[in-house]
């Protein structure tokens, strides 16, 4: 009985094989608690930035004169700032003002560098050279330096910043995007494909681009929160946002004056910028190892799952 339910039984890599997609990213959720930790951190700053005027106890810009440099309480979760507004509405809506310089950034990087890496590795030659001199160049200085020059020549504002984040990020998607078309475009299916004659931007779009994808997503999530280090850093230095914009940064250059008088003023804006990192950090790898095929063993069972699949 027992010889024929095991013959019956098929093999753990057909099992494996046989799942979709979802099931094999559930799966591999389940095995990764980085990948499930980051998106939860992730989520939970995007919930609070599509629904911050809904979520916030207070209008960030409301002053309460008369309770200024209040401590942390029921009333006041976070305690409130020199001029009587409440920290924790302000942290509130600051991670929408975040996420959406994060978000036009990594736009703008994206789609321009995934477009500038893809044709110099598919094109070559002098292109490639003058394109990748160019983004030597660009990378010669450091990120931070380099946006608060553009922003000063454009000037502050949501959108002045988020653009200077996106153009000095442009660069390294490149970069890593070319490095994938290099490797694909020796393949047997491109050589075939040119064969037939399909045009180059064809085989870039149906055959190239989908394979070379993924180091684009995971860096994708590493500028994004580079993006708000640095729009809080610009914020911080006087050059970024304008105030009384509620902004991490703005909150934390105001809160530099006041120090010997309210530590809770600080605390809450640096807290969400590390946590916001920290789960795009975390998200990041964990999609780096989902989309690893290495992270893989044979009919794409996670690495985690193939030791519990041996065990049994």
């Known amino acids: 009985m027992t010889e024929t339910a095991s013959a019956e039984r098929p093999p753990a890599a057909m099992r494996h094989r046989s799942i979709g997609p979802v099931q094999k990213a559930l799966r591999f959720a389940a095995a990764n608690k980085m990948l499930v930790a980051g998106g939860v951190i992730v989520f939970a700053f995007a919930f609070l930035a599509v629904f911050a005027p809904v979520i916030a106890p207070y209008d960030p810009l409301e002053l309460h004169i008369r309770d200024r440099f209040s401590p942390p309480s029921w009333q006041y979760p976070f305690g409130t700032d020199n001029i009587g507004r409440d920290i924790l509405s302000r942290t509130i809506h600051g991670s929408r003002v975040s996420f959406q310089v994060g978000a036009t950034s990594v736009a703008i990087c994206v789609i321009a560098g995934t477009l500038i890496g893809a ?135 105001v809160a530099r004056h006041y120090l010997h008088r309210s530590i809770w003023m600080p605390l809450f804006p640096g807290l969400a910028i590390s946590l916001a990192v920290l789960g795009l950090n975390l998200l990041g790898d964990g999609l780096r190892d989902y989309l690893d095929p290495k992270s893989y063993g044979r009919g794409g069972a996670p690495a985690a799952a193939r030791r519990t699949t041996k065990a049994e």
């Open 119 to 253: 044709v110099a590795g598919y094109v070559g030659g002098l292109l490639d050279d003058v394109l990748m001199r160019i983004a030597d160049a660009i990378l010669a200085f450091p990120p931070l330096l380099l946006a608060l020059g553009l922003v000063a020549a454009i000037g502050p504002g949501l959108w002045t910043v988020s653009i200077a984040i996106g153009v000095v990020y442009i660069p390294r998607v490149a970069r890593v995007m070319r490095s994938a078309v290099l490797v694909e475009k020796k393949k047997e299916y491109v050589i075939a494909a040119r064969v037939i004659g399909q045009s180059g931007w064809k085989i870039l779009l149906r055959h190239i681009g989908p394979v070379t994808i993924s180091p684009v997503i995971v860096v994708a999530t590493i500028v994004f929160a580079l993006a708000i280090v640095i729009e809080a850093a610009l914020s911080f230095l006087g050059v970024g946002l304008v105030p009384p914009t509620p902004s991490w940064g703005i909150d934390l250059d």
